[in-house]
């Protein structure tokens, strides 16, 4: 049993603005909690500092209630799994995965059974007398898992462990580490920059930007009611698309985009947040898949020119010019600009999902019918997410945003 809290955990290097910032997050016994962000968002700091291998600036982390901030890493009894793996090269998957056990002067028996357990779990009995170099790059993360995994440990912590796989293993692994974890059920703390990853491994996902914690949320939560705008541009994919827009009304709700006024329907009840905003700008959020090739009926449609179109088989990626916003005066003043990608020439991107059969070319001017029922807003200063309820809310399914026909969580 093992409950890993961190508790207000502050790391800053030399002075300069801190590489995690006040963090507080409770990982659950037996619980697979992924930790995601970009690059350099504090990922690896964080679990050095769980597994005692950085120092804290301040705050604490607790193993079942108990502050081990001052504990040396070989008394806190976790095992960490290091992106380049970390074997050592001049023993074999046996000696490497033996070398925690012997250390820890684990009888002989007890310490060959349990090797050949675990090596038998992840298919590597074959394999025990090889050294690293003879091993593909699967084989050498599976040994690295079966070296922490060998001793159980009580917390178990691993930072980018698929990044150096190539995409097709990468699945094969992801589904690996669940069937691990349903096995083993050690609490364990997984970071990756990559959120299909975080969506498809976690119990929990913990989003962090800049040092500090957005949200934390099951993958659906995080997916259909994302806290704030870093959120919502993060989880999914492709991302989501924003743009600033002025709303107005009072009995209809609407909002002014490429020169329509995209009517938000039961916006009073689906959006009780936007009540306070309206006659000011915010912020339009879409996810492509809630842009469709437009029907003769459909009663919010935008005129665009693909400047890409990636075609994958089941559906269709168009890219376009971001549609302009209702004012540019107050996309000035706010400082908010419409955008979601922004590519090399400096264009601001959209992406519209559309079916497979859907005929589009470069260049060629198509129609796009906005589902402004998937519409998400953000307040435009300091993008956090304005409160909204589900569409069947009222009949009591309690969903917590906004039901997206893309069930499959864009994976
Ligand atoms: N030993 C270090 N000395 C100085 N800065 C560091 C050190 N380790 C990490 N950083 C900085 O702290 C920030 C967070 O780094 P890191 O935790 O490695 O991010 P991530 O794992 O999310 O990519 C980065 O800006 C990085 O440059
Ligand atoms: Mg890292």
Not at 363 to 377: E, H, N, Q
Request: charged share 20%; glycine share 10%; hydrophobic share 45%.
């Amino acid at each position: 049993m093992s409950i890993v809290r961190l508790e207000h955990l502050t790391k800053t290097f030399g002075g300069r603005t801190a590489a995690v910032d006040d963090v507080s997050l409770s990982i659950d016994d037996g619980e697979f909690l992924v930790l995601v962000g970009p690059s350099g968002c504090g990922k690896s700091t964080i679990l050095r500092m769980i597994a005692g291998l950085e120092e804290v600036t301040s705050g604490d982390v607790l193993i079942d209630g108990e502050p081990v901030t001052a504990w040396p890493p070989k008394q806190r009894d976790i095992a960490m799994v290091f992106q380049n793996y970390a074997l050592y090269p001049h023993m074999t998957v046996q000696e490497n995965m033996a070398f925690a056990l012997k250390l820890r002067h684990v009888p002989a028996p007890q310490l060959t059974t349990q090797v050949a357990d675990t090596a038998h779990l992840l298919g590597l009995s074959e394999l025990l007398d090889r050294k690293p170099k003879a091993l593909s790059g699967g084989q050498r993360q599976r040994v690295a898992m079966g070296r922490a995994l060998v001793r159980k440990p009580r917390v178990f912590l691993l930072d980018e462990p698929l990044s150096n796989l190539d995409a097709k293993l990468r699945v094969s692994m992801r589904a690996e580490l669940a069937r691990l974890h349903q096995r083993y059920r050690i609490t364990t703390v997984y970071v990756t920059h990559d959120q299909v990853e975080a969506m498809t491994l976690g119990d929990r996902i913990a989003v962090l930007d800049q040092g500090r914690l957005q949200q934390v949320g099951s993958p659906e939560e995080l997916y259909l009611a994302p806290a704030n705008r870093f959120v919502a541009g993060f989880m999914g994919s492709p991302s989501m698309n924003f743009a600033t827009v002025r709303l107005r009304g009072g009995e209809r709700v609407t909002a002014a985009l490429d020169g329509l006024e995209l009517e938000i329907p039961d916006a009073a009840r689906r959006y009780p947040g936007l009540a306070e905003h309206l006659g000011s700008a915010v912020v339009l959020g879409l996810r492509p898949a809630a842009l469709s090739l437009a029907g003769p009926g459909d009663p919010a449609v935008i005129e665009v020119v693909p400047l890409g179109v990636e075609a994958l088989g089941d559906e269709k990626h168009v890219l376009f010019e971001a549609p302009r916003d209702g004012s540019r005066d107050e996309q000035r003043q706010t400082g908010v600009v419409p955008v979601a990608v922004e590519d090399t020439s400096g264009t601001r991107l959209w992406t519209a999902k559309v079916t497979q059969q859907a005929d589009l070319a470069i260049g060629r001017p198509v129609r796009l019918a906005i589902d402004v029922s998937k519409a998400y807003f953000f307040d435009a200063t300091s993008g956090q997410a304005i409160a909204q309820v589900g569409p069947d809310a009222a009949t009591g399914a309690g969903a917590p945003g906004p039901r997206t026909a893309d069930a499959g969580l864009a994976v």
